[in-house]
């Protein structure tokens, strides 16, 4: 091994894997290769070769383009760019919009058929455009963009698959208003990065390095969340009300219980649990639990609308462990009829915590992943522990890039 890497190689691309890349065969060998689609024939270079099982390697350029190859949506990311030049952040712009959505449909489905270990039928699932995208071609969506700054404090993005800043002229998945505030032809000297955010209200503005948050609105339908301006919210100029909806229609009303002890875990500044209880109304009960201190108290604010709504700061898997632990048996009644939702970071829930809500034996759960793979793991899990997969929608959260949403729901046996 170790002599293929730098050679160029002429590859026949057959499928899409997880994380925006295209699978294609060598000699009988998996070669995992970037910039490219399904159907495709590419010359591309070997990046590594150092595993038996499989190489990596990045197309050069393309010897026979796929139907669905467009136009990249942002040159800076285009194959007519040497690999270690290319932006990253649109792993998918050279792909026409429609068929993005496929190729996450599939890759969606192996993940729930191969590691989720769900039929086939019951993977099948439509990735969901979001208002607007079509029209513009799946750009122009990003309300909040980070920009890296190079030895001299000047802005760029990271090149795809490394921290190495490399300068662009547009930022064409942003939102109008965060491309024109973006400051790419300034300096920061000293500073590691410039956030450039637009949230729904109040105009575009920038957080310099480590600078003191400030509050933010976002507005939702009716509803208006404060956070901080450095805080998370959805990157999707129309992802909050998107899933407030989905999460609203996800869970099955005769399931219900208002009173129960209902859950949203990883809760951010509250956008799910509100969701609840707009859905449900004035009396539902519910918590809130969210690690990030600013984040939870923005939440308690954000739900003062519900008497029995709060905000708890912790990490959720030792709040669930000590939920566990305390339960008298009126709170585990409580429990036993309770809707969860939880909205876990990409790494997803994991063991401790799939294992302490299976104990406290929720009526149902309605789990939004934002990575694929990290969701099938914890579907499995949860089989083992009694639930099962009931609906399963997948939104396209973020156009151009690999990444899908999916929102599954999860009945007790």
């Not at 190729?103 to 099948?124: C, I, N, Y």
């Amino acid at each position: 091994m170790g002599d293929m890497l730098g050679r160029e190689v002429e590859l026949d691309v057959t499928g899409i894997a997880h994380g925006g890349i295209s699978v294609a065969r060598l000699d009988g060998r998996v070669v995992f290769v970037s910039d490219t689609l399904p159907g495709e024939t590419v010359r591309a270079r070997v990046t590594d070769d150092r595993k038996k099982s499989f190489w990596r390697a990045e197309t050069v350029s393309v010897v026979e383009a796929s139907p669905h190859r467009r136009e990249h949506v942002w040159s800076a990311a285009s194959v007519d760019r040497s690999p270690e030049d290319r932006a990253g952040g649109a792993e998918f712009g050279h792909i026409e919009l429609a068929h993005q959505r496929e190729l996450k449909s599939q890759v969606v489905r192996d993940a729930l058929t191969r590691t989720g270990g769900l039929d086939p039928d019951q993977a099948t699932v439509r990735v969901e455009a979001l208002p607007g995208d079509d029209e513009r071609g799946g750009a122009g969506w990003r309300t909040r963009v980070r920009l890296h700054l190079d030895a001299e404090g000047r802005p760029g993005q990271y090149a795809a698959r490394s921290h190495r800043v490399v300068h662009v002229a547009d930022l064409p998945l942003a939102t109008p208003e965060v491309a024109e505030a973006a400051p790419l032809g300034e300096a920061f000297p000293g500073e590691e990065h410039v956030d450039v955010l637009a949230p729904s209200t109040g105009g575009a503005r920038l957080i310099i390095g480590k600078q003191a948050p400030s509050t933010v609105t976002e507005q939702v339908g009716e509803r208006t969340f404060q956070l901080d301006d450095g805080g998370f919210w959805q990157v999707h100029r129309h992802a909050a009300e998107t899933l407030t909806s989905a999460v609203q229609q996800m869970i099955d009303p005769a399931r219900f219980e208002p009173g129960a002890a209902n859950l949203d875990l990883y809760g951010g500044v509250g956008l799910l649990a509100a969701a609840v209880g707009d859905a449900f109304g004035s009396r539902v009960r519910i918590t809130s639990v969210e690690s990030d201190e600013r984040a939870t108290e923005h939440a308690s604010e954000n739900l003062a609308d519900w008497l029995g709504a709060s905000a708890v700061t912790a990490r959720v898997d030792r709040w669930v462990r000590q939920a566990v632990a305390q339960a008298t048996s009126a709170e585990r009644d409580r429990s036993r009829a309770a809707t969860v939702v939880l909205d876990p970071p990409r790494s997803g829930a994991g063991r401790p915590v799939v294992d302490g809500l299976a104990d406290l034996a929720p009526a149902q759960v309605v789990y939004v992943a934002c990575d694929p793979v990290a969701l099938a793991r914890d579907l499995a899990l949860f089989r083992d522990r009694g639930y099962d997969v009931d609906a399963l929608r997948a939104f396209d959260l973020f156009p151009s890039t690999h990444h899908v949403e999916t929102v599954v729901r999860l009945i007790r046996r």
